[in-house]
């Protein structure tokens, strides 16, 4: 019997095309960060448009520039009255560390006078936490934050442009997508398109909704800040809604800045209301957004959510925290699990509802083919 290339390509085809399709995936994957900012850009974006175009029957194009143009108002006004007062309050955050740490430090030692075990402890992890040592290190971290945030910000604005020229032309670019089926790489779309959009449906879907709910957490807690008299709202309410990106441990993250500067306005009674108002959100997070919304599909555990983001930022770092978690559902249900692609699309299908009928949004659907190209 004589071996055959040819014939054995042809016998594990399936498996050379995904292959290929990861080896593509991992050459490009510096480029994965404009990748995905212009996809949730472009979804956003399209489910808006496909909205009011079904309110208003303007012409699709012309909806889409005026979308685009109040993007572009919402940034440059960010930009220009935000900013300013962002920088200013993180200079001030890390000004107030001192007194902040001096504030904590008198309460605990008023705590646990009396026991000598844990004052002996208490002391060891006062050492290390000396105050300018603690400054030194949060700008060491600012500036590093900073660095990787330019290269973030330049993604975003060319991420904003593609998703412009993506959603002006997108019949278009579908039409030539389809046309894939009928030239040569028709086995490696037939095999690849149909996993492919249904993964970037859920991802799509999963991303949004976790926008929304960050964003309905950050209205709550900067009501609940101004009514409290915590200083520092701008600064405290960006660091919740980016952190709400994460979830579960977006939670913890989000929190020590705010009961920081809790301490600092009020001391420790203060910091205990800001704790209530925490928990206070984030249970009607979890029992009011989160059932509505994520459940449809990322019904998991909170104990394994931390696990799988642990896993996923230790192997592709910040990326991980975000994606982690859709995509080890993703990946649980359709390979490990063995579910058909019409089970696939049919909770795809119930998140994308759960989703819009939490924000309103009927009968929109993501950019890109169907799931048969």
Same mark, same amino acid.
């Given at each position: 019997?004589?071996?055959?290339?040819?014939? *054995?390509?042809?016998?594990?085809?399936?498996?050379?095309?995904?292959?290929?399709?990861?080896?593509?995936?991992?050459?490009?994957?510096?480029?994965?960060?404009?990748?995905?900012?212009?996809?949730? !850009?472009?979804?956003?974006?399209?489910?808006?448009?496909?909205?009011?175009?079904?309110?208003?029957?303007?012409?699709?194009?012309?909806?889409?520039? #005026?979308?685009?143009?109040? *993007?572009?108002?919402?940034?440059?006004?960010?930009?220009?009255?935000?900013?300013?007062?962002?920088?200013?309050?993180?200079?001030?955050?890390?000004?107030?560390?001192?007194?902040? !740490?001096?504030?904590?430090?008198?309460?605990? $030692?008023?705590?646990?006078?009396?026991?000598?075990?844990?004052?002996? +402890?208490?002391?060891?992890?006062?050492?290390? #936490? +000396?105050?300018?040592?603690?400054?030194?290190?949060?700008?060491?971290?600012?500036?590093?934050?900073?660095?990787?945030? +330019?290269?973030?910000?330049?993604?975003?604005? #060319?991420?904003?442009?593609?998703?412009?020229?993506?959603?002006?032309?997108?019949?278009?670019?579908?039409?030539?997508?389809?046309?894939?089926?009928?030239?040569?790489?028709?086995?490696?779309? $037939?095999?690849?398109?149909?996993?492919?959009?249904?993964?970037?449906?859920?991802?799509? $879907?999963?991303?949004?909704?976790?926008? *929304?709910?960050?964003?309905?957490?950050?209205?709550?807690?900067?009501?609940?800040?101004?009514?409290?008299?915590?200083?520092?709202?701008?600064?405290?309410?960006?660091?919740? *809604?980016?952190?709400?990106?994460?979830?579960?441990?977006?939670?913890?993250?989000?929190?020590?800045?705010?009961?920081?500067?809790?301490?600092?306005?009020?001391?420790?009674?203060?910091?205990?209301?800001?704790?209530? #108002?925490?928990?206070?959100?984030?249970?009607?997070?979890?029992?009011?957004?989160?059932?509505?919304?994520?459940?449809?599909?990322?019904?998991?555990?909170?104990?394994?959510?931390?696990?799988?983001?642990?896993?996923?930022?230790?192997?592709?770092?910040?990326?991980? !925290?975000?994606?982690? +978690?859709?995509?080890?559902?993703?990946?649980?249900?359709?390979?490990?699990?063995?579910?058909?692609?019409?089970?696939?699309?049919?909770?795809?299908?119930?998140?994308?509802?759960?989703?819009?009928?939490?924000?309103?949004?009927?009968?929109?659907?993501?950019?890109?083919?169907?799931?048969?190209?």
């Amino acid at each position: 019997m004589t071996f055959s290339i040819g014939g *054995f390509f042809r016998t594990n085809k399936v498996f050379f095309i995904w292959v290929a399709f990861g080896s593509l995936l991992f050459l490009f994957r510096e480029m994965f960060g404009l990748v995905f900012i212009t996809y949730i !850009m472009c979804f956003i974006a399209h489910g808006l448009v496909h909205r009011m175009h079904r309110v208003c029957h303007i012409p699709r194009r012309v909806l889409i520039v #005026l979308l685009y143009l109040v *993007f572009l108002a919402i940034i440059v006004g960010f930009l220009f009255f935000i900013t300013p007062r962002l920088i200013s309050e993180g200079k001030g955050f890390t000004e107030q560390i001192p007194t902040i !740490m001096a504030t904590v430090e008198a309460w605990i $030692e008023s705590k646990i006078s009396g026991n000598q075990m844990l004052q002996d +402890v208490f002391v060891r992890v006062k050492e290390q #936490l +000396v105050p300018s040592t603690v400054i030194a290190s949060s700008w060491s971290a600012a500036f590093g934050l900073l660095q990787k945030s +330019v290269h973030y910000i330049s993604w975003f604005f #060319l991420g904003l442009l593609f998703s412009f020229l993506i959603m002006l032309d997108l019949s278009r670019l579908t039409r030539s997508v389809r046309r894939l089926r009928y030239t040569r790489l028709a086995s490696v779309v $037939e095999e690849t398109s149909g996993s492919v959009v249904l993964f970037a449906r859920v991802v799509g $879907e999963a991303f949004r909704a976790q926008i *929304f709910i960050s964003s309905l957490n950050t209205a709550l807690t900067a009501v609940g800040l101004y009514f409290l008299g915590i200083q520092g709202i701008v600064l405290l309410c960006t660091v919740v *809604f980016f952190c709400g990106l994460i979830p579960v441990l977006g939670v913890f993250i989000s929190s020590v800045p705010i009961l920081l500067m809790a301490v600092n306005a009020g001391g420790i009674p203060l910091a205990l209301w800001a704790l209530v #108002l925490i928990v206070i959100i984030h249970l009607v997070e979890a029992y009011v957004f989160n059932p509505r919304i994520m459940s449809a599909v990322m019904r998991i555990n909170p104990v394994m959510v931390l696990i799988i983001l642990y896993i996923a930022h230790s192997l592709i770092g910040v990326w991980g !925290m975000l994606l982690g +978690v859709p995509i080890s559902v993703y990946v649980y249900r359709q390979l490990i699990v063995g579910s058909t692609p019409a089970a696939v699309a049919g909770a795809a299908s119930a998140y994308a509802a759960a989703a819009r009928a939490s924000m309103g949004c009927d009968g929109e659907r993501g950019p890109g083919p169907s799931a048969g190209v």
